[in-house]
């Protein structure tokens, strides 16, 4: 139920998806589900918690979002929190290696979502001590640092969401780009990234290079790319041909993901 003097949910929190990596504080975990009640946020996902859900704490700091939390979706890891999301953004309060580029200010990321558009996108806190590892902000097409102004650089979990999220609300969505069409998710970006991988390593590619130091690279490369469904057909498609014309088959590393979301659809 919409309270009377609610304000009107701008459209990118609409498809905002929340999401708490190995959240340590049972207390923060309350009052994040508390502030996606008050800005009517929809989809709050989990992924290995440490601390306890459903305990005295978290229902206590959850106030009338205690059934909301309590029913949030837990994932073992990020990748599979936000595979149905066409843009993940991540966070971070440390000065990260400029191959994550450069970092965003909350209010850039409507002017974000509006060049690279997507059905559901999600906004990704990692663990109150440290944060997102390399591996989890790799991810994520973007991250967004918080300005501070004193000693200390990071804020509290749930300052930093509510900081993040309320200046989302107040920000109007941008008229999108003329004929952008929606981002790819990241579940079929990571399938074309492990094809692309697997079919270099069957051209022999890693012979002067090792495949694990080169990996990060190709991914950065493609979280630059607005990658749409289309893309990811046209490169699984030319990866599957190179595959059949050298060894005569196609040598795909599980389904066609792109095919995988037509389905779905039909």
Request: with cysteine; glycine share 6%.
């Amino acid at each position: 139920m919409v309270a009377p003097n609610a304000s009107p949910l701008p459209d990118h929190l609409r498809r905002c998806t929340v999401v708490l990596v190995r959240t340590q504080g049972p207390v923060n975990l309350g009052m994040v589900a508390r502030l996606c009640g008050n800005l009517s946020l929809t989809d709050l996902r989990l992924v290995s918690p440490v601390c306890a859900v459903d305990c005295p704490e978290a229902r206590m700091f959850s106030t009338h979002s205690r059934e909301f939390m309590l029913n949030a979706p837990v994932f073992p890891d990020l990748r599979s929190a936000v595979a149905d999301c066409g843009m993940v953004i991540g966070t971070s309060a440390r000065i990260r290696d400029g191959e994550n580029g450069v970092p965003l200010l909350p209010e850039e990321i409507p002017a974000l979502l509006a060049k690279r558009p997507a059905e559901r996108w999600a906004i990704v806190f990692g663990n109150e001590a440290d944060g997102l590892t390399d591996d989890e902000l790799l991810c994520c097409q973007a991250y967004v640092r918080l300005r501070t102004f004193g000693e200390n650089y990071s804020y509290n979990l749930s300052h930093a969401v509510a900081i993040v999220m309320y200046v989302l609300a107040g920000v109007g969505t941008p008229l999108p780009e003329r004929e952008a069409v929606p981002a790819a998710t990241r579940g079929q970006v990571d399938q074309l990234l492990r094809y692309w991988l697997h079919t270099l390593d069957r051209f022999e590619y890693f012979r002067r290079t090792d495949q694990e130091r080169f990996a990060p690279q190709l991914e950065r490369m493609l979280n630059h790319l607005q990658l749409s469904d289309h893309d990811v057909q046209m490169l699984w498609g030319m990866f599957a041909q190179f595959n059949l014309a050298k060894f005569g088959d196609r040598a795909a590393p599980g389904h066609d993901p792109a095919r995988s979301e037509r389905r779905k659809k039909d």
